[in-house]
């Protein structure tokens, strides 16, 4: 069987490897970008480089988007010259950015008036599982278009979840921006509990990181406090962008957040003393402030 | 090289197992107990069992406690017919109890007058743990003093960790209840803002419970939301008098436990609601009423 034509919107940090992977899975491959170099990579790898999304539409049986967050979503989908312009019927739209679960729900539902499958695909895991082929994508939309592009996510990931109908990728994926961030300031917490009371904080973590209170957040997160090594991975910025958006679906589901709404103010502090860039694993930096310790341990 | 006679004083859930492995591990043993039961169970186990505390410190090198919390060790060190009565010079004095680390710390100095060496070695890990003899054991006090006792550790424990100066092995502890207790309610956060959201809290712990998200607490305590399943395990109540001895540490030492703080609220409510006995996964059912759902789910 033939490989369907790919369009891939979005080719930043993430969206380009995502989209390298497809072309190395040998998929066919339509791309559009506003940066030089970008479409020198992709035209040099021998995949179409169009001028804007309704282009990409025209041409593709699926199109791809990964962007940062739901207004660049609807631009890209219903803005001048979006993919809106040249969608038809039988044609899937994969949108693998993390957005708001409602922004996901209106545009599928207005491209199911046009007859196009909409799946709404976050992915968790960095760069490096970009690149290696390795994220985890959770996919809300219908069961039977997640199983068509089955193939597709499999080229760009490793777990991949069916959670439930339209937006429900996007509630998983916030359901596990939740937790992670959480998990990370509360090791800050009893880290700087420790270190006030004169106990070194790397005896602690060897003690407990492999019983009950053991996480993947600690074995990562907690060795980098140590080091004070905030080099991203997930930038503080962008998990504040998560979080606006667990916030606002909190809102719409009337849902209690009280755990996501302190670590919201935590980080909203670290952004506004100039810390958008570091690693979310900087939330430490707002306990050592509070604390007027440093985690920082030989 | 002889055995040193070991004093063992507190037989509950805990303690009557960890007893028993030491006298699986061929130390000569000495035991006090108000109950008939585990008097006769150590007895024809070949112990000899003393009526006081007293008692016990006059027979042995070595004296074990295993108590609810500070004020039950004070009585048992400093009370009448109390282990200080009869403590000399040379002893060791291991104290295995979780309590705050500010009283383990008053009573090592007072023992020390007397030429006593006091451990603090709290222990994480249920029941089974110290059937098994796997406990985690977290120590503070001499670092020599800790050698000595490391083979008595090792007959009770597994991963066994030096943590520092007196009071540390507590200060440890506490932090790690302090992660299991956040990890357990953002656990409970996350799933109930999918629940609310339409979306099977299932699917979401199969997506990101292999991920960064992932902890021990997920897969210990996420199951048993799905099943409404909170036979203990470690009780709620026992939490809430742990994060009493975090808040006062806290105070103590002037450190910042917002998460804390936020999470003993809801522990206080659920005692207050009855469910003192249950499962701490039972955090939970906090999230549970304040957003009018169940995560019980097939």
Request: proline share 4%.
């Amino acid at each position: 069987m033939e490989k369907e034509r790919i369009g891939f919107i979005g080719l930043g940090i993430m969206g380009k490897r995502m989209a390298a992977n497809l072309l190395a899975a040998g998929y066919p491959l339509v791309v559009r970008s506003s940066r030089d170099e970008t479409r020198q990579f992709f035209a040099s790898r021998k995949a179409a480089v169009v001028q804007t999304p309704e282009d990409v539409a025209r041409l593709c049986d699926i199109i791809i988007t990964m962007l940062p967050d739901s207004p660049e979503v609807k631009e890209v989908v219903f803005g001048t010259k979006g993919i809106f312009g040249a969608v038809r019927s039988g044609q899937v739209y994969i949108d693998m950015s993390s957005i708001d679960p409602a922004s996901a729900k209106e545009a599928a539902e207005k491209l199911a008036e046009k007859g196009v499958s909409m799946l709404d695909a976050p992915v968790s895991g960095g760069q490096e599982k970009a690149e290696n082929g390795t994220l985890s994508i959770m996919v809300g939309g219908d069961r039977e278009v997640f199983e068509r592009c089955l193939p597709i996510f499999s080229a760009m990931g490793r777990q991949i979840t069916y959670i439930g109908g339209s937006g429900a990728g996007q509630i998983a994926k916030l359901a596990n921006q939740v937790i992670v961030a959480v998990n990370i300031a509360v090791v800050a917490e009893a880290m700087c509990l420790g270190k006030k009371a004169g106990v070194d904080p790397r005896r602690i973590f060897e003690a407990i990181s492999g019983g009950l209170a053991g996480s993947q957040c600690m074995t990562d997160k907690a060795p980098r406090m140590f080091n004070g090594d905030y080099t991203p991975g997930g930038k503080l910025v962008f998990h504040v962008k998560d979080f606006k958006n667990v916030l606002k679906a909190g809102s719409e589901f009337d849902a209690s957040l009280p755990l996501t709404s302190l670590v919201m103010e935590m980080m909203e502090e670290l952004l506004k003393d100039g810390f958008s860039d570091i690693d979310h694993g900087g939330i430490a930096k707002w306990y050592e402030k509070k604390n007027h310790v440093s985690l920082i341990s030989e």
